[in-house]
């Protein structure tokens, strides 16, 4: 796999047009004041300039670029501007619906593990206990005095009434959904936020750029 293969992720190409006649100088000097922001440093050969951007101010009309290069190349129907600009905000918007993805795997993994006891579970739990159950006291102990232990159907509903009456008084919505557990719902939907976010944008930034260099190169 190439890198040019998935490097359109955060990087733009293009070109625009430039009119008949216009040079190489008049049109960085139209293109200059976009470099002029602040954060912003810039070489410029003959027909190429190159520039960096860190923390950008959102004033900036080319603040969610970090580096690009412009380039001025003639060809048989007039000179063209071609440029290649780099984004890590994009990168970060396309990245980030995975991360989310992973949450919402990681919570339903969670929730799976925290599920409730089977019906095969407890059929073998109380088998274990019915077993126990059946098993005579110790002779001695009994001689000795010792009380007889519970039985596990005893102990079972004397546990049941203490839980029911540790949870009167409680919502009965807040009750439920902590049997559910954790929903994913919300990574989710973070999820289809940021894929939103970084599809829109990509299409937007890439028409924006162009429509900006067309207008500053016809003196806008």
């Known amino acids: 796999m190439t890198p040019r293969f998935i490097d359109w992720i955060w990087h733009i190409r293009g070109n625009v047009a430039l009119a008949p006649g216009q040079s190489s100088e008049e049109a960085f000097e139209r293109l200059s004041p976009l470099f002029q922001e602040i954060n912003t440093s810039h070489e410029r050969t003959d027909d190429t300039l190159t520039f960096r951007k860190k923390k950008q101010a959102p004033q900036d009309k080319m603040s969610i670029f970090d580096w690009g290069i412009l380039a001025i190349e003639p060809g048989v129907d007039g000179s063209t501007l071609r440029y290649h600009l780099t984004s890590r905000a994009l990168l970060a918007c396309f990245l980030a619906p995975f991360l989310f993805l992973a949450i919402g795997a990681a919570t339903v993994g969670i929730g799976t593990l925290e599920k409730p006891p089977t019906a095969e579970a407890k059929k073998e739990a109380e088998a274990a206990e019915k077993k126990?159950?059946?098993v005579p006291m110790n002779p001695i102990d009994k001689f000795l005095g010792a009380p007889e232990p519970e039985k596990p159907d005893e102990k079972k509903k004397k546990e049941e009434a203490e839980k029911?009456?540790?949870?009167?008084?409680?919502?009965?919505?807040?009750?439920?959904?902590?049997?559910?557990?954790?929903?994913?719902?919300?990574?989710?939907?973070?999820?289809?936020?940021?894929?939103?976010?970084?599809?829109?944008?990509?299409?937007?930034?890439?028409?924006?750029?162009?429509?900006?260099?067309?207008?500053?190169?016809?003196?806008?």
């Not at 029911?164 to 439920?176: C, L, M, P, S, W």
């Not at 929903?183 to 937007?204: D, E, M, N």
Request: aromatic share 10%.
């Open 132 to 134: 126990l159950a059946a």
């Open 164 to 220: 029911a009456k540790a949870a009167n008084g409680k919502d009965k919505k807040k009750e439920e959904e902590e049997k559910k557990g954790p929903s994913p719902t919300p990574a989710y939907v973070f999820a289809g936020i940021f894929a939103t976010l970084y599809v829109g944008g990509r299409i937007l930034e890439d028409w924006l750029i162009k429509r900006l260099f067309r207008k500053r190169l016809a003196g806008a």
